[in-house]
């Protein structure tokens, strides 16, 4: 069945500095989503990404789809501690979204 | 505008046992999706419900069910219960069209004893 797979699992970061989180998924996506989530939260959506090669941005938050639509990235410039979260990509076929494990992140002030 | 309500907040329970989770979608929208979450994962897609219908549904047993009611509100139910069923139960809704982005509920931590 289709997987998600999501790197690294956890990320230390020192605040100002950058960081990428990857997504890869065994098969074709239709879509793919980001979600924030908090300690002891639920998940926020973030952003959607629908075509090949798309990159969005939102203020600090750069999200890109792979050309082949199998794979994403999320990069985070001048990390805050307002950033401290797990992000989780989830990869949509059909109406089914499969999540990844998630990327937790901790900041260093 | 009220957001996706789910209830009750916290469930405990015991092995064999069958339990019923609710969940009321955001305003304006019709589609409900239920994910199980375990500690330190991901949600797992269970299935969604569209127009009072399974639309599609994830690797989860039979003794997984759910409803969708007129009002678009669903209810999951989840009958001989394991210990591995122990998880953060979440609701998400979306408006079933294009954008399909979900707006998830602040779930139902089930606890089997």
């Known amino acids: 069945g289709q997987q998600v797979m999501q790197i690294p699992q956890y990320q230390h970061v020192q605040e100002g500095e950058d960081f990428t989180t990857y997504c890869n998924s065994s098969t074709t996506l239709s879509n793919i989503q ?76 | 505008d009220a957001g996706v309500t789910q209830s009750p907040t916290h469930l405990i329970k015991t092995r064999g046992q069958q339990v019923t989770l609710r969940c009321s979608p955001k305003s304006g929208h019709d589609t409900v999706s239920w994910y199980q979450q375990a500690l330190g994962q991901g949600p797992q897609f269970i299935f969604q419900y569209y127009e009072e219908e399974e639309r599609q549904r994830g690797n989860f047993p039979d003794r997984f069910s759910g409803h969708q009611f007129p009002n678009y509100s669903s209810e999951l139910n989840v009958n001989a219960l394991l210990l591995g069923d122990s998880a953060l139960y979440l609701c998400a809704s979306s408006s079933g069209g294009p954008a399909y982005e979900q707006y998830f509920g602040p779930g139902t931590r089930l606890t089997v004893t």
Do not use: M
């Open chain 1, 34 to 109: 980001w979600y924030k989530q908090r300690p002891g939260g639920h998940p926020v959506f973030l952003i959607q990404l629908v075509k090949s090669g798309e990159v969005k941005k939102q203020k600090r938050l750069t999200f890109q789809f792979g050309e082949a639509k199998k794979n994403s990235s999320l990069h985070i410039t001048a990390t805050q501690t307002t950033d401290v979260g797990t992000y989780f990509c989830a990869g949509r076929v059909d109406y089914k979204l499969s999540f990844g494990a998630g990327t937790t992140v901790t900041v260093r002030a």
